[in-house]
């Protein structure tokens, strides 16, 4: 093939698996490989053999991967952690609550419940402002500020003496929190492209799913700890999670790399950055900018803020249960021992985490790219597990399956947000706001509606939670498969206008 200097032209890029038109800057080489200034080999559209569909640096050039790799090693280790934290904590209180801290601090009926909504309030307040902030200012600093806060505030959880003190820290607490998921994800959305994305974004999102699982082994193991220094088992949860928390956050400060245009990180080299900078060229990033009042109206006048935020309350309120142990109360009502009653339910999640993985996978490489497709097998199971269980009457064998199953769908966080990344990739601030309100909106819902149709006293038929998470699943399919024609019109009329322009 002829060499050329780099140029800019029309090139075909893939989207959903289909081929589209889209302005680019390239250059080709003998080999096909493209150049960036510092002369670092970056390809425009990767080539994928075998090997890609167990890793994707696997068929990128010897630099990309050394270069991935860096970032793979410090994002993805900070990204997971610090999820895996999080999620350890929301569940610390409440095995908090039911391991000594109730009779300690004399607590009594719906406190528990008023301490989640103080931190859910605190979190959604947080989380709009939070990702807006960060195309603002660095998120080297703004994200690991944050996560320092957030440690110390965990840490006092151990020396409330009354539920008011509580409520206060986990509203606060809340507040911390709110800048980490929402703004991972758009740092994630930031550096990987298309063929990278899902993987990532799922693998940040199952670490999570892992935090879970390891909650009630920690508090198995910490409850021995009770009176030792002076304080109770269930004050050791607070003081452990900030003793693994606050060193990962101080790190940030050190190692975190802001984002390609502005990063400073000392552990990147000039061709690197550069690199980096190219990588988002190709995939149509756009760079940080200002929210001017053209900006706002033409985000809040697209139809990516509300449909992509809509599927996000399908999935975020259609998976989990409402928060209710559902599968653990049919186990105890069928007499198994609290040993079974603990550790059964984690088979569940541990399913749950191998789906996650899959999704990321086949959507990344067997899906070419299309996210769709596992939202729509994860609806149908959803519809199919929901339904079962809210007959009720069935063997026990399918019981069994729909249970250990029933939580598969929860792998699919990662995939919309690699879609909004794609979707709102040609407008920084509104990828931002996007993710911020996918999230955030998603909160707002939970807060509510779980106290509708998962009432503890249903328990545990939950007819009313079953029955609502099938249209909630049919709800999920129906708008990913709109979005799909929506992002397809939309990428069509961006392709004529090239071609025309």
């Known amino acids: 093939m002829e060499s050329k200097e780099i140029t800019s032209s029309k090139d075909a890029v893939e989207i959903d698996g289909d081929v589209a038109t889209k302005d680019v800057v390239h250059s080709h080489s003998d080999t096909d490989s493209i150049h960036s200034h510092s002369s670092a080999p970056v390809v425009e559209k990767p080539k994928q053999t075998w090997r890609s569909y167990f890793w994707d640096t696997f068929d990128k050039s010897p630099e990309e991967r050394r270069f991935l790799f860096k970032l793979d090693a410090v994002i993805l280790t900070f990204a997971s952690l610090g999820y895996f934290i999080k999620n350890l904590d929301q569940i610390n209180v409440n095995n908090a609550f039911v391991s000594g801290m109730k009779e300690d601090l004399g607590l009594y009926g719906n406190q528990l419940n008023y301490m989640t909504t103080c931190w859910t309030v605190g979190y959604v307040l947080g989380e709009i402002p939070s990702n807006i902030l960060l195309t603002k200012v660095r998120p080297s600093i703004w994200i690991p500020a944050c ?8 840490i006092l959880l151990s020396k409330c003496q009354t539920a008011e003190q509580i409520y206060a820290l986990r509203f606060f607490v809340g507040l911390a929190e709110s800048t980490f998921y929402p703004g991972m994800q758009y740092i994630i959305g930031s550096w990987y492209r298309k063929d990278e994305l899902a993987k990532r974004s799922c693998i ?10 390891f909650s009630g082994y920690l508090m198995a193991g910490v409850y021995t700890l009770g009176g030792r220094d002076g304080f109770r088992g269930w004050q050791w949860l607070f003081i452990i999670n900030t003793a693994i ?7 940030g400060f050190f190692f975190f790399p802001d984002v390609p245009e502005i990063t400073r990180a000392w ?6 950055i550069e690199l980096a900078k190219k990588r988002m060229q190709f995939e149509g990033r756009a760079n940080r900018g200002a929210y001017t009042k053209a900006k706002i109206r033409k985000i809040f006048t697209s139809w990516h803020i509300y449909a992509l935020t809509l599927l996000y309350i399908f999935f975020n309120n259609g998976t989990g249960y409402g928060t209710q142990p559902a599968f653990a109360l049919w186990l105890k009502q069928e007499g198994y021992s609290v040993t079974a009653i603990n550790s059964y339910p984690t088979i569940a999640s541990a399913v749950a985490v191998i789906f996650t993985y899959i999704y990321a996978w086949t959507s990344d490489t067997i899906f070419q790219g299309a996210r769709w497709p596992p939202m729509v097998f994860s609806g149908v199971v959803n519809i199919i597990t929901n339904t079962s269980l809210a007959v009720w009457d069935i063997p026990v064998g399918w019981k069994w399956f729909c249970y250990i199953i029933g939580m598969i769908g929860g792998g ?9 990344h794609e979707i709102c990739s040609d407008d920084n601030e509104e990828r931002a706001l996007v993710v911020g309100t996918m999230n955030e909106m998603a909160y707002v819902m939970q807060s509510w509606l779980p ?5 503890q006293v249903d328990g545990p038929r939950y007819h009313k939670g079953f029955i609502t998470m099938v249209f909630i699943a049919a709800g999920l399919i129906i708008t990913s498969l709109t979005i799909r024609v929506l992002h397809h019109r939309e990428r069509d009329r961006k392709a004529q206008s090239s071609r025309l322009g």
């Open 147 to 154: 996560e320092v806060v957030w440690s110390v505030l965990t």
């Open 412 to 420: 699919i966080s990662g995939l919309t947000f690699a879609w909004a």
């Open 267 to 272: 552990w990147l080299t000039k061709d690197e």
């Open 245 to 251: 928390s606050l060193p990962v956050a101080i790190s």
């Open 451 to 455: 106290l509708i149709i998962w009432q």
């Open 204 to 213: 940040f999102h199952a670490s999570g799913t892992i935090g879970n699982m």
